[in-house]
DNA sequence: AATGAATGAGGATTCATTCAT
DNA sequence: GATGAATGAATCCTCATTCAT
């Protein structure tokens, strides 16, 4: 965590050693693409990819209009980086679960519970995926699709072999497997929209329609 | 239908009469600010609001740049006639719907069946809705989102209604409006996605497990 | 006075013949070129030639726009009509007093309280001579110079026979018509910019300096 | 002087090394901005600010357009910086003046002849403040009305002090101030709707009746 | 490598003028 | 003759991208 911004705000907004600190910065190219990925994510997920001004995500990096485009050829790549990072960090905490449990109804279960988690404690993670879906939508045969695809392409296997063991019915696995996207979609959707926060339970209530409709 | 140009593409394309057509059309304003909300709804379709050029639309509805602003005092007001426009004809194929079956559980499944049917039938106007939800979610207290919402309500209501008859189970009514909403998109989502044309049993799929999960 | 729209607001709005007066007003052609010079006199006055808006002219007019370019070719054209008519009432009020005094010094005195007079009534008509003066000055050979010049001249006239009949000292004539105008511009200005009415005082005082600067 | 701008032509325009220069040029930051004011102050003086187009004064101080933005915010920051500019220039060099003179007839007298004689040495600088008193007048409570209350401050203190010491009568100290303005106005305005250079016997001319009038 | 000033294509909006009715 | 809907040239301003330092 830390470092990677996505829970925690970026904390090299403050540096206290005692150098003038409008000195040229000297960072690890690592560092600085972090930082600029932070900005970005922060920033895109205000207004979506159009809305976003590249000014203002270097002015949040703390680095120079020009260093962006070091990093990153264009705009629209930067945000395509952006969107891929979530889903690493996503797909990293969604290979834990599926390493830890057993029966594809629990893998399902857990892993929906953490997803769902995962956006509610990232809100700008889920803004930018909104913005991607969207942008995926309009603009098919895009990178971020393949995210997508990857995701649901284990969730389908998943479900494919809750199938198999008898966890589920015969459900046609792929749409299944997009059903429950839109259930989690909705559950964060959900939380985002009221105030009171009955996420657990909102899981549990929406999981617990989901698992009967495939389940036996 | 027909000349509400969400089923059938504007013809008025073409104009095979002999005369110049650089010269001043004389139209009844109806049958223009229909022409205009068509190119509207089409070049907003493509590529969302911010994407969308005025000068496209205008010479996609075969007038002057400034008679849009004639008939629309801003690029967003247009577009926000546009995404009013869709609700309305969806509204109207579902009251139609509405007012033909008995209990909740069949509206139930003959508005969902509609209503991906009207998007599938109409592909644009499921993209200007897609985004037209998604700038929503991005810049809350939109306009669009009132439309989002009775459609929602209306939901609900029927929702509350089968459980209270007891067609459904026991659930959250909103929860479930808003699940029912997602399989929708879902459907319409996959079928747009696919090559092959397998809309009826994919309604049938998909409705079968929401059903089978908030049903008795 | 009366029809001509300078010191009394037009009266044609207010038309109280038993008729609807959505219907095409006949009116004859003289009545409805001043009430479009009514109009444009107006909002010519608030500001100035560019800020203009045809249709709002048109509207207090109460004609269609197309109205206004039957009557005048171009809005520049109908914005020197409406000089040239200031001018013509002024040069109208000033004729009479040429007329009725006898001694050049004696007509200077009276010809300026009368023109003082005459823009501090009619604060509309001095907004669009300064405009006026300014377009001269701005781009020169302008008709509205024509009319200036004819004023300027008449002056120089005047004060030429005070210094042949010994009323004056042996100044510049032009230059002395010149710096009369100018007395005359700074005591309307003073008038417009204060809140206590001291009008008479202040032509007297603003003549009583410049009488003694080119008297004997 | 010189590269100020105000007295002479700006002789960049003319560059005579064998470089292309349509290449981005380095500059200076002041020297750009000072191009910028020179292009806004040829601009701006020839058809007052409505007239004037960003884009020729972008294309006169060979600067992308963008560039005057960046510079200034708005086209009408802009404008009031070049009369604040004019307007820096003017009182500078009649604070030399009123460093080296000791009578208050002294004083306003060489006052005068300095105004008059900067106006006509910078035509360019006389027709933006011309219209910036005339949009003033349309526009009141604007900035620029800000400059001309200052210069006319200070020539109502310096009357008053001709009054106290005896050099003038009893007259209105403010109203005299006032028609001091005017004069000079006069006899610039004079100076450029004439062919013949009489300059100094104009100004003369003018403070002759001017001073006799307000004169003891 | 980092910077940020410079650039100019692009886009929304206005409004004088025209012209079919 | 009168009308006002239609038109599109004109214009301000933004912002992704480049490039000299």
Redesign the pocket.
């Known amino acids: 965590m830390g470092t990677n911004g996505l829970t925690s705000p970026s904390n090299s907004i403050m540096m206290s050693n005692g150098e003038h600190n409008n000195r040229?910065?000297v960072l690890p190219?690592d560092e600085?693409r972090e930082m600029i990925l932070d900005a970005a994510l922060e920033v895109f997920s205000k207004g979506g990819f159009q809305d976003?001004?590249?000014?203002e995500i270097a002015q949040l990096a703390q680095?120079?209009?020009?260093?962006v485009?070091?990093y990153y050829p264009?705009?629209?790549e930067l945000y395509l980086a952006v969107v891929e990072r979530v889903f690493d960090h996503l797909q990293a905490r969604l290979e834990v679960i599926q390493g830890q449990t057993q029966s594809p109804r629990e893998v399902l279960h857990a892993g929906v519970a953490e997803h769902v988690r995962f956006f509610t404690e990232n809100p700008r993670c889920w803004r930018v995926l909104v913005v991607g879906r969207l942008e995926d939508r309009l603009n098919p045969c895009r990178d971020t699709m393949l995210a997508h695809r990857t995701l649901l392409d284990s969730l389908t296997t998943l479900i494919r072999e809750g199938i198999a063991c008898g966890d589920f019915r015969e459900v046609d696995p792929e749409y299944a497997a997009f059903a429950l996207m839109s259930t989690a979609a909705t559950v964060v959707e959900k939380h985002f929209h009221q105030d009171k926060d009955t996420l657990q339970e909102d899981i549990n209530s929406a999981l617990d329609i989901y698992m009967r409709g495939i389940g036996k």
């Open positions: 040229r910065k190219p600085r976003a001004d590249v000014d680095v120079g209009k020009g260093t485009y070091r264009s705009k629209r």
